[in-house]
């Protein structure tokens, strides 16, 4: 019964800036990472930036100095600034959950999905 909320998409001019939100809920023990990625038409699901339960982070070359990936901790909650937009950014954004469930196990978890078009 884990569930990951997905905030924050929508219509941006080229330029522009949104942030993204997910929260997490349910019967998570630990939290080892959360991320984003990202779906256009046509292509498939790549990674767009992702942090660990440390602090790491990890960004696709694309996205290096214009998104960060932050989170918190006692919301269970990750975030994705996105900065100077481009065209090539559209596309529907997932959040992902890697956790350990309270029964024990590795498991993970995907967000619904939010939509971010960026119009030049």
């Known amino acids: 019964q884990v569930q990951l909320v997905e905030s924050g998409g929508g219509l941006v001019q080229a330029g522009g800036s949104l942030r993204l939100s997910c929260a997490a809920s349910?019967?998570?023990?630990?939290?080892?990472?959360m991320g984003w990625y990202r779906q256009a038409p046509g292509k498939q699901r790549d990674l767009v930036a992702t942090i660990t339960s440390g602090g790491y982070t990890r960004y696709a070359d694309s996205v290096k100095g214009r998104f960060t990936i932050s989170r918190d901790n006692a919301k269970n909650t990750v975030y994705l600034q996105m900065n100077s937009l481009e065209p090539e950014d559209t596309a529907v954004y997932y959040c992902?959950?890697?956790?350990?469930?309270?029964?024990?196990?590795?498991?993970?978890?995907w967000g619904q999905g939010t939509q971010v078009t960026v119009a030049s």
């Open positions: 992902n959950l890697r956790f350990q469930s309270r029964t024990g196990f590795d498991l993970g978890a």
């Open positions: 349910g019967s998570i023990f630990r939290i080892n990472a």
